[in-house]
């Protein structure tokens, strides 16, 4: 089973910037997609960007859109999500995560249950 490993988590003052990477552990992948989502304590894990893999087009939550920018590498088949002017409400456990099968390119990805593979999350803390 493919797993795939967060990284770059952290306690950060509001303002600050942090990166989070992801890749695959073990065997690779071809992904469709990858995405970020988050979950904050006591709340639905939510949407927070996504990438193609071929094409690079992204998409984004309206709240993390101009402050976060997701790009991946795809010689190191890892995605990264430079996250800038970070918020307390910014608070969550990052979850990295990959669609693996056929998509619509028109399909936004941005459920759930769009998507094959999970991380388990990394701690981003945004002090105030």
């Known amino acids: 089973q493919v797993q795939l490993v967060e990284s770059g988590g952290g306690l950060v003052q509001a303002g600050g910037s942090l990166r989070l990477s992801c890749a695959p552990s073990?065997?690779?992948?071809?992904?469709?997609?990858m995405g970020w989502f988050r979950q904050a304590p006591g709340k639905e894990r939510e949407f927070v960007a996504r990438?193609?893999?071929?094409?690079?087009?992204?998409y984004y939550a309206d709240s993390v859109k101009g402050r976060f920018t997701i790009s991946r590498d795809n010689a190191k088949n890892t995605v990264y999500l430079q996250m800038n002017s970070l918020k307390p409400e910014d608070t969550a456990v990052y979850y990295c995560a990959a669609r693996v099968g056929y998509s619509d390119p028109g399909t936004l990805l941005r459920n759930l249950h769009d998507y094959d593979r999970w991380g388990q999350g990394t701690q981003v803390t945004v002090s105030s």
């Open positions: 073990g065997r690779t992948f071809s992904a469709n997609a």
């Open positions: 990438i193609r893999w071929t094409g690079g087009w992204t």
